[in-house]
């Protein structure tokens, strides 16, 4: 198939398309910088830009859908432009362009409406409530993808949770960096049981969404490792990982919370050069549990998590030492 992928110039996004492009689909990618992916073509732009999207999708037989705006803080309006007003453009163009098949890549953060998720499923995305801008406009754009599935376009949502590996420049390299400078805190001593997902799994897991897309039309799934741990004990992990001490402090959730809501409102005055050190979303994912059922993702997918969070942890500390690493991703 001619398959496109957005957002190809991420860790995710570029997985993806490897894993694609290995499967023997021709690929083409969607992004505003290059992919640098051997094999595929690139289309430079943004999904807000029409023409772009049009000239991406024309001829093509399926999306994954991976771009979107991921911050904690952020002008909202640059959210709702990216990850709604861009999905409704990426739609538009696929139904004319007569693609088959769309996967949009969504986030767990649409059903999280402050309380601990526990053993739950794919819970409907909820925008009212849904916590900050990002999570909001993600469960819209969850909902503008899954009301166009119809029977010549296939529609499935996915929902990697928390990706994390190698060469990641957003989670590991925050949490690193934060441990090195002694400022990374646990909230109610890391308690919280969370999932989280190996980049390979993440990447494997949307391609056989692709694949199964005709099957499992209209559905919508969490993908995750499936090895839901404290906070404080993947915190350790990744601190031993790339050789920075362990988080050595903890904070009441409610005295973060205040904080966070502190943070945000100085934030929209006067933004910062990084990611605010903290939110009201960031401190209830860090203070709430959410780990995930993941029998029907298991079962209708026919996939399975290739790398434990074991492997994953030393694959992440020979990558920090400077070794090679394995993977089911090649570059």
Request: proline share 5%; hydrophobic share 40%.
């Amino acid at each position: 198939m001619i398959v496109v992928v957005t957002g190809a110039s991420g860790l995710l996004g570029r997985a993806v398309a490897v894993l694609l492009r290995d499967a023997g689909h021709e690929v083409r990618t969607l992004q505003r910088s290059p992919s640098t992916i051997d094999g595929v073509h690139d289309v430079r732009g943004s999904v807000t830009e029409r023409d772009v999207v049009e000239a991406a999708v024309a001829g093509a037989d399926g999306v994954v859908h991976l771009a979107a705006k991921v911050s904690l803080a952020g002008d909202r309006d640059d959210f709702w432009r990216v990850n709604v007003g861009g999905t409704r453009t990426l739609l538009d163009a696929a139904e004319r362009a007569g693609v088959r098949r769309v996967v949009q890549v969504s986030s767990p953060s649409v059903a999280h409406t402050g309380s601990s998720l526990a053993g739950v499923g794919a819970e409907p995305a909820d925008p009212d409530h849904a916590r900050g801008d990002y999570a909001r406009t993600k469960a819209e754009g969850e909902l503008l993808a899954l009301a166009r599935n119809s029977g010549s376009l296939s529609v499935v949502a996915v929902r990697p949770h928390l990706v994390w590996g190698p060469g990641d420049t957003q989670l590991i390299a925050r949490i690193v960096d934060r441990a090195r400078r002694g400022t990374l805190p646990l909230l109610n001593d890391g308690t919280a049981l969370i999932d989280t997902t190996y980049i390979d799994n993440a990447a494997s897991g949307i391609v056989a969404a692709f694949e199964s897309a005709e099957q499992v039309a209209g559905r919508r799934y969490v993908i995750t490792n499936g090895e839901p741990r404290p906070v404080a004990e993947l915190m350790a992990g990744i601190c031993a990982a790339a050789g920075v001490p362990a988080p050595r402090f903890s904070i009441p959730a409610g005295l973060a919370t205040v904080a966070g809501s502190a943070i945000e409102h100085l934030w929209s005055i006067r933004p910062g050069r990084d990611e605010p050190p903290m939110t009201r979303f960031l401190a209830e994912q860090l203070s709430t549990s959410h780990w995930f059922d993941q029998r029907d993702t298991r079962r209708e997918l026919r996939w399975t998590p290739s790398v434990s969070i074991d492997e994953g942890l030393r694959y992440l500390a020979a990558h920090e030492s400077g070794h090679s690493v394995p993977t089911a991703v090649p570059s």
